[in-house]
């Protein structure tokens, strides 16, 4: 489903397929680069064979089996779905929990486990260095995080039953929420 307010709507959620008819269900994790008005699913159906990625079998598969880049029309960019390693990752990083692009920065936050990596969208290439632990960025986060977002300069994080406020700038942690704020529940 995709999640998003709109004083035009009264729905909440509408599945992504009604607006990406070629999307894959189930998806993963997204972001939206505003620059360069692309949208990137991320979908990981990965077999572990000592370490590297093998998609499965059946073209269907393969296609859901890859991160997609989708741009603003229905269609799929041509070159895609790729491998994560196309991004920069390491082949050991099988699946992407969360992942949102800070405007700020110009850089896309890609989250796996505790970890994550910063991929820099202009160069197109991920920041040198190992991932690192969201915990010593993020403060007071300390599970999974499992959903991102950014608006108005700031970094919502969900972990747990928790959303995370943070400055986009600084990463001080500005609010710690439920994770159901933006539902108007």
């Not at 779905?81 to 920069?88: A, C, I």
């Not at 608006?151 to 972990?159: P, R, W």
Request: charged share 25%.
């Amino acid at each position: 489903f995709l999640w998003f307010s709109s004083p035009r709507r009264n729905e909440a959620q509408l599945p992504i397929r009604s607006f990406w008819a070629s999307a894959p269900e189930n998806i993963d994790a997204a972001y939206e680069d505003p620059v360069e008005d692309m949208v990137f699913l991320f979908k990981g159906i990965f077999s572990n064979n000592l370490g590297m990625l093998k998609p499965q079998s059946t073209l269907s598969e393969k296609l859901l089996s890859w991160p997609l880049f989708i741009n603003s029309g229905n269609d799929l960019e041509p070159g895609y779905p790729k491998p994560l390693s196309s991004f920069g990752l390491p082949e050991s990083v099988t699946k992407i929990d969360a992942a949102v692009h800070d405007k700020t920065s110009g850089k896309t936050l890609l989250f796996f486990d505790k970890y994550y990596y910063s991929y820099n969208e202009r160069l197109n290439k991920m920041d040198k260095g190992k991932p690192r632990e969201v915990e010593d960025v993020f403060p007071f986060i300390t599970g999974k995080v499992t959903a991102a977002h950014m608006a108005d300069e700031k970094i919502y994080l969900f972990s747990g039953t928790n959303l995370y406020e943070f400055d986009s700038g600084s990463r001080k942690l500005r609010r710690r929420l439920k994770n159901n704020h933006f539902l108007s529940c």
